[in-house]
């Protein structure tokens, strides 16, 4: 997934303030936990929801490694 930057972005990211730019990956981070928990959830049936979420902010705080 290595798709240029489409210049329309590439214009608002330059004029995006560093609270606004936090916040878009702020978000970004919460989208992948809840996709995370979605995948999980299908293979997990029986976890109770605070589960699903502790082992999808534990995988993706691991991802890197």
Do not use: C, F
């Not at 997934?1 to 608002?12: G, R, Y």
């Not at 995370?36 to 691991?62: K, N, V």
């Amino acid at each position: 997934m290595n798709e240029p930057i489409h210049p329309v972005q590439l214009e608002a990211l330059k004029r995006a303030t560093p609270a606004q730019k936090l916040e878009m990956a702020a978000a970004l981070y919460e989208a992948g936990i809840r996709l995370r928990m979605a995948g999980l959830r299908m293979t997990h049936p029986d976890w109770p929801e605070d589960q699903l979420e502790h082992e999808a902010r534990r995988s993706l705080r691991h991802a890197g490694t």
